[in-house]
């Protein structure tokens, strides 16, 4: 009877042994695939963001010896409306005379260009800022350094 009880009870303990590695094992599963549905949700809902803003960069190009190209260009994803372009010092706007801006619209992986001539009186850096509306937010705002 004695080696029926133990066989018994090594039968009981490995059952119980595998119940409880069963779930911990299940629990660490579940909490692992509840990080990835929230890191799923959380990268839609970047993309359907991302979808939604413009991106403006500008460029600063050489077209001869004293003349220059800035191209203003949209690398996002959307596109920008009621662009805007101003320099942060406004001492020497003389570049500005052919401005474009505000431009209406500027879709995605668009650009303008701005030609202008490069004098020695023309500070050798200056700080462009750029605006727009998207359909993400209606005040966008990115300042950019431009060096001659």
């Known amino acids: 009877m004695t080696i029926e009880c133990i066989s018994l009870t090594l039968s009981i303990a490995a059952f119980l042994g595998s119940i409880f590695t069963y779930f911990k094992h299940d629990r660490i599963l579940k909490r692992q695939e509840k990080k990835l549905n929230e890191y799923q949700l959380q990268k839609i809902e970047q993309e359907q963001e991302d979808n939604k803003k413009a991106v403006l960069r ?3 190009q050489n077209a001869g010896s004293n003349k220059r190209n800035l191209q203003i260009a949209n690398v996002g994803l ?3 409306k009621n662009v ?3 320099l942060s010092d406004d001492t020497y706007p003389k570049f500005l005379l052919t401005n474009p801006f505000p431009y209406s619209t500027l879709h995605a992986n668009e650009k303008i260009d701005l030609s202008f001539t490069v004098d020695k009186m023309m500070p050798r850096k200056i700080i462009i800022v750029l605006q727009w509306a998207d359909d993400f937010q209606q005040d966008n705002r990115f300042e950019q350094a431009i060096t001659f």
Do not use: F, M
Request: charged share 35%; aromatic share 0%.
């Open 84 to 86: 805007r372009l101003r």
């Open 58 to 60: 500008a460029e600063l």
């Open 78 to 80: 959307s596109t920008a």
